[in-house]
C-alpha cells in the first residue's frame, strides 16, 4: 500500500538517504504483515480445536447421528488450518483474489455453515462468521471484504428461508435476525476494512520518518565525530554521557575509556571544566572561558570552552549542557595564516629590494675598511658590517618565512636522533665557546625520526641561542635533553635557568616579528614552531624544575620513524650517576585558578 501523495513530509536535502530506505521500510511492512496473517491462521486453528472438542463432547453425551460426520468434518477442517499454518505461503498484501485467499475463506464458511445447519442442543454458530469476514476485510481487499459479508448474508437468509414456513411468524423474526446480521457483518467488513487501510497509511508515514530520523541522526553523528572541536554532553552531576573523538582526545588522549561514563569532578585537571559547567546551570545560561587541559604527561593544551544548555528556548528545567572545546592553537594558526597573507609578499618584496643596496653597503665598507687606518675609523667600519650583517639576517629570516615552504618529504632518510643531537651541540658549544655551560643528554637510544638535519640543526641552533642570552652562564646552566614520550613520539627539550617570562611576552611567544628584545627580529621562535608542523612535531613552553633549580624549557615533540626502530616505552628513567639528569617536571604549585567566565 502506497503512502499517501499529500504527505506532510517535503523532501530534504538528505532526501537520496530515505529513498536508500525504502527497501527497508518495505521489508519491515512485510514482516507487519506476516505477523498480522500468522495471528489470524492461529485464531482459526484454534476455532476449529474448539469446535472439535465441542462436537466430540455432543456425541459422548449421546447427541444425534449427525454428530458423528460432524465430527469427521472438524477434524479435517483442524487439518487443514494447521496445513495453512505450517506449509502455505503468505499471500503478499493487496493480492485479493488469489486461490488461496478463496479456499481460505471458503473453508471457513462451508464450515461454519454445516455446524449452523445441523446444529446440536441449540447452539448457535452464527458468531464464527465473523472470523472470515475479518480475514478478508483487515487482510484483503474492500471487494473481497463485502464478497465473504455477503456470501454470508446470503447463507442466514437462505437458512431463515428453509428451517421455518413461509410467513409464519417464526419465519419473519429469522428474517429479521439474519438480516440484521448481514448488516452487521457488512458493517463489520467495511470499518475493518478501512481501519485497515488507515493504520496501514499511518504506518507508512511513520516508517518514512522513521528513515528520516534514521537518516538525520546518521549525518548528525558523521558531522559530529568529524568535528575538529571537542563536542561533550554533561548533566548536572558533572557526568560525561557522550563525547566525540575530538573531545575523549582533548581529555585523555588515547586513553580514554569508552565503555565507561567520567566524571568531571573525579580529577584535578578538570576542574575548570567542572567549574565551568556548574557554572552554567547556576546561572541558566550559556559561558564561555579559557582553560587548560593536560591528556597526557607531556602535552598541555589551552582551550576555549563554551556551553550551551539544550532547553535554554523551551523555557523547560535543563537537564544537558553542551560543552564546546576548541584548541586555541587552531585558532592562533588561522589568525597567523590570515596575517602572514596578508603581509607575505609585501615583506619579499620588501627584502628583495634591500639585499640589494645592503650588498652594495657591505662590498663599499670592506673597501673603506682597507683604505682607513685610524682606530676611531676602524670602529666606524666594524660598527657599519655588524649592523650590515645583522641586516642581512633579518632579510635572510623573512624570506624564509615569506617563501612558500614544500611539504614534508617522504624520501627522508631516518635520522639517528641522540647522535645527531650530539653532532649539533657539539658544534655550537665550540662557535659560542659555552664548554662547561650546556649540558647533553640523550635518553633516547636507537630513535630515528623524519626530520631534515639542516631543518633540525636550525631549530635546536635557534632555541639554543635564545637559551644563551637569557641563561646564567653558570655549569650547567643550559641543558639538552632527549626521551621517549610513548610509544610513537619522542621528546627533545632545550632547558635554561632563566628567569620567568612575562604574561604579556608569554601570549605572544610563537608569534612572527615579537620580540622583548629590541635588536632581534622576532622570528626565531616563529620559524621553530613552522619547521615542527611541516614535520608533524609540535613545540611548546613551561615553567618547569631541573636539580632543583626553575628555569624555562621548550620542548618539541616529534613522531618516531615508522619503518625505523621505536623508542621504548619507560615508565622511569634511570641515568648513570655524573653524566645525566632526570628530565624536568613542573613546579609543583600552580599558577591557574578558577576560568574567568563571561556571558553569551
Given at each position: 500500500?502506497?503512502?499517501?501523495?499529500?504527505?506532510?513530509?517535503?523532501?530534504?536535502?538528505?532526501?537520496?538517504?530515505?529513498?536508500?530506505?525504502?527497501?527497508?521500510?518495505?521489508?519491515?511492512?512485510?514482516?507487519?504483515?506476516?505477523?498480522?496473517?500468522?495471528?489470524?491462521?492461529?485464531?482459526?486453528?484454534?476455532?476449529?480445536?474448539?469446535?472439535?472438542?465441542?462436537?466430540?463432547?455432543?456425541?459422548?453425551?449421546?447427541?444425534?447421528?449427525?454428530?458423528?460426520?460432524?465430527?469427521?468434518?472438524?477434524?479435517?477442517?483442524?487439518?487443514?488450518?494447521?496445513?495453512?499454518?505450517?506449509?502455505?505461503?503468505?499471500?503478499?498484501?493487496?493480492?485479493?483474489?488469489?486461490?488461496?485467499?478463496?479456499?481460505?475463506?471458503?473453508?471457513?464458511?462451508?464450515?461454519?455453515?454445516?455446524?449452523?445447519?445441523?446444529?446440536?442442543?441449540?447452539?448457535?454458530?452464527?458468531?464464527?462468521f465473523a472470523l472470515p469476514v475479518l480475514l478478508a476485510a483487515i487482510l484483503g481487499s474492500m471487494t473481497l471484504a463485502l464478497a465473504t459479508a455477503a456470501v454470508t448474508t446470503l447463507y442466514l437468509l437462505g437458512e431463515a428461508l428453509i428451517g421455518a414456513p413461509l410467513l409464519s411468524d417464526v419465519s419473519t423474526?429469522?428474517?429479521?435476525?439474519?438480516?440484521?446480521?448481514?448488516?452487521?457483518?457488512?458493517?463489520?467488513?467495511?470499518?475493518?476494512?478501512?481501519?485497515?487501510?488507515?493504520?496501514?497509511?499511518?504506518?507508512?508515514?511513520?516508517?518514512?520518518?522513521?528513515?528520516?530520523?534514521?537518516?538525520?541522526?546518521?549525518?548528525?553523528?558523521?558531522?559530529?565525530?568529524?568535528?575538529?572541536?571537542?563536542?561533550?554532553?554533561?548533566?548536572?552531576?558533572?557526568?560525561?554521557?557522550?563525547?566525540?573523538?575530538?573531545?575523549?582526545?582533548?581529555?585523555?588522549?588515547d586513553h580514554y575509556p569508552h565503555a565507561a561514563k567520567l566524571l568531571l569532578s573525579a580529577r584535578s585537571e578538570w576542574e575548570s571544566l567542572s567549574f565551568l559547567v556548574d557554572r552554567t546551570f547556576q546561572v541558566g545560561q550559556g559561558l564561555e572561558a579559557e582553560v587548560q587541559l593536560a591528556p597526557d604527561e607531556?602535552?598541555?593544551?589551552?582551550?576555549?570552552?563554551?556551553?550551551?544548555?539544550?532547553?535554554?528556548?523551551?523555557?523547560?528545567?535543563?537537564?544537558?549542557?553542551?560543552?564546546?572545546?576548541?584548541?586555541?592553537?587552531?585558532?592562533?594558526?588561522?589568525?597567523?595564516?590570515?596575517?602572514?597573507?596578508?603581509?607575505?609578499?609585501?615583506?619579499?618584496?620588501?627584502?628583495?629590494?634591500?639585499?640589494?643596496?645592503?650588498?652594495?653597503?657591505?662590498?663599499?665598507?670592506?673597501?673603506?675598511?682597507?683604505?682607513?687606518?685610524?682606530?676611531?675609523?676602524?670602529?666606524?667600519?666594524?660598527?657599519?658590517?655588524?649592523?650590515?650583517?645583522?641586516?642581512?639576517?633579518?632579510?635572510?629570516?623573512?624570506?624564509?618565512?615569506?617563501?612558500?615552504?614544500?611539504?614534508?618529504?617522504?624520501?627522508?632518510?631516518?635520522?639517528?636522533?641522540?647522535?645527531?643531537?650530539?653532532?649539533?651541540?657539539?658544534?655550537?658549544?665550540?662557535?659560542?665557546?659555552?664548554?662547561?655551560?650546556?649540558?647533553?643528554?640523550?635518553?633516547?637510544?636507537?630513535?630515528?625520526?623524519?626530520?631534515?638535519?639542516?631543518?633540525?640543526?636550525?631549530?635546536?641552533?635557534?632555541?639554543?641561542?635564545?637559551?644563551?642570552?637569557?641563561?646564567?652562564?653558570?655549569?650547567?646552566?643550559?641543558?639538552?635533553?632527549?626521551?621517549?614520550?610513548?610509544?610513537?613520539?619522542?621528546?627533545?627539550?632545550?632547558?635554561?635557568?632563566?628567569?620567568?617570562?612575562?604574561?604579556?611576552?608569554?601570549?605572544?611567544?610563537?608569534?612572527?616579528?615579537?620580540?622583548?628584545?629590541?635588536?632581534?627580529?622576532?622570528?626565531?621562535?616563529?620559524?621553530?614552531?613552522?619547521?615542527?608542523?611541516?614535520?608533524?612535531?609540535?613545540?611548546?613552553?613551561?615553567?618547569?624544575?631541573?636539580?632543583?633549580?626553575?628555569?624555562?624549557?621548550?620542548?618539541?615533540?616529534?613522531?618516531?620513524?615508522?619503518?625505523?626502530?621505536?623508542?621504548?616505552?619507560?615508565?622511569?628513567?634511570?641515568?648513570?650517576?655524573?653524566?645525566?639528569?632526570?628530565?624536568?617536571?613542573?613546579?609543583?604549585?600552580?599558577?591557574?585558578?578558577?576560568?574567568?567566565?563571561?556571558?553569551?
Amino acid at each position: 500500500m502506497a503512502s499517501d501523495p499529500n504527505s506532510q513530509f517535503a523532501p530534504s536535502w538528505y532526501s537520496t538517504l530515505e529513498a536508500g530506505n525504502s527497501l527497508q521500510d518495505q521489508s519491515h511492512h512485510v514482516r507487519a504483515y506476516v505477523r498480522l496473517w500468522k495471528a489470524f491462521m492461529r485464531a482459526r486453528v484454534l476455532i476449529a480445536l474448539v469446535l472439535l472438542a465441542l462436537q466430540v463432547f455432543l456425541l459422548s453425551n449421546g447427541a444425534g447421528g449427525a454428530a458423528k460426520w460432524l465430527v469427521g468434518v472438524c477434524t479435517l477442517h483442524l487439518a487443514a488450518t494447521i496445513a495453512v499454518l505450517v506449509w502455505t505461503k503468505r499471500i503478499e498484501p493487496g493480492r485479493a483474489f488469489r486461490v488461496q485467499w478463496l479456499l481460505t475463506i471458503a473453508v471457513d464458511l462451508v464450515v461454519f455453515g454445516m455446524l449452523d445447519h445441523f446444529q446440536q442442543a441449540g447452539i448457535n454458530y452464527t458468531p464464527l462468521f465473523a472470523l472470515p469476514v475479518l480475514l478478508a476485510a483487515i487482510l484483503g481487499s474492500m471487494t473481497l471484504a463485502l464478497a465473504t459479508a455477503a456470501v454470508t448474508t446470503l447463507y442466514l437468509l437462505g437458512e431463515a428461508l428453509i428451517g421455518a414456513p413461509l410467513l409464519s411468524d417464526v419465519s419473519t423474526a429469522r428474517l429479521l435476525q439474519s438480516g440484521l446480521s448481514g448488516t452487521g457483518f457488512f458493517v463489520v467488513a467495511f470499518l475493518a476494512n478501512q481501519l485497515a487501510q488507515r493504520l496501514a497509511r499511518e504506518e507508512a508515514l511513520v516508517q518514512k520518518s522513521q528513515a528520516a530520523a534514521r537518516s538525520q541522526a546518521e549525518v548528525n553523528e558523521l558531522i559530529i565525530e568529524s568535528l575538529s572541536e571537542g563536542v561533550l554532553v554533561v548533566d548536572r552531576h558533572g557526568v560525561v554521557r557522550n563525547a566525540n573523538p575530538a573531545a575523549q582526545g582533548m581529555l585523555m588522549g588515547d586513553h580514554y575509556p569508552h565503555a565507561a561514563k567520567l566524571l568531571l569532578s573525579a580529577r584535578s585537571e578538570w576542574e575548570s571544566l567542572s567549574f565551568l559547567v556548574d557554572r552554567t546551570f547556576q546561572v541558566g545560561q550559556g559561558l564561555e572561558a579559557e582553560v587548560q587541559l593536560a591528556p597526557d604527561e607531556y602535552t598541555t593544551l589551552r582551550l576555549f570552552a563554551r556551553t550551551r544548555l539544550t532547553n535554554a528556548q523551551t523555557g523547560r528545567p535543563n537537564d544537558l549542557c553542551v560543552l564546546f572545546l576548541e584548541d586555541l592553537r587552531e585558532v592562533e594558526a588561522r589568525v597567523r595564516t590570515e596575517k602572514l597573507a596578508s603581509m607575505g609578499r609585501m615583506s619579499a618584496a620588501v627584502a628583495h629590494e634591500i639585499r640589494n643596496p645592503l650588498s652594495a653597503i657591505t662590498q663599499a665598507n670592506a673597501l673603506l675598511d682597507e683604505e682607513v687606518t685610524e682606530p676611531g675609523q676602524k670602529r666606524l667600519t666594524r660598527m657599519i658590517e655588524q649592523n650590515a650583517t645583522r641586516l642581512s639576517r633579518i632579510v635572510d629570516d623573512i624570506l624564509n618565512v615569506a617563501r612558500a615552504q614544500p611539504s614534508q618529504d617522504e624520501g627522508l632518510p631516518a635520522l639517528p636522533l641522540d647522535q645527531t643531537l650530539r653532532q649539533i651541540t657539539h658544534e655550537w658549544t665550540r662557535q659560542n665557546q659555552a664548554k662547561g655551560v650546556l649540558g647533553v643528554h640523550p635518553h633516547a637510544p636507537g630513535v630515528h625520526i623524519s626530520f631534515d638535519p639542516e631543518h633540525l640543526r636550525r631549530l635546536l641552533i635557534n632555541l639554543l641561542d635564545n637559551a644563551l642570552r637569557h641563561a646564567s652562564g653558570q655549569a650547567s646552566s643550559i641543558r639538552v635533553i632527549s626521551q621517549p614520550a610513548g610509544p610513537d613520539r619522542v621528546r627533545i627539550s632545550v632547558w635554561s635557568d632563566s628567569a620567568p617570562l612575562e604574561p604579556s611576552v608569554l601570549k605572544h611567544l610563537f608569534e612572527p616579528f615579537f620580540s622583548s628584545e629590541s635588536r632581534s627580529s622576532g622570528l626565531g621562535l616563529y620559524i621553530c614552531r613552522e619547521l615542527c608542523e611541516r614535520y608533524g612535531a609540535q613545540i611548546a613552553y613551561q615553567r618547569s624544575r631541573l636539580d632543583q633549580r626553575e628555569g624555562n624549557e621548550f620542548y618539541v615533540l616529534a613522531p618516531t620513524m615508522q619503518g625505523g626502530p621505536r623508542a621504548p616505552v619507560q615508565q622511569s628513567l634511570t641515568y648513570p650517576p655524573g653524566d645525566s639528569v632526570p628530565p624536568p617536571t613542573r613546579p609543583g604549585t600552580s599558577t591557574n585558578g578558577p576560568p574567568s567566565l563571561s556571558t553569551l
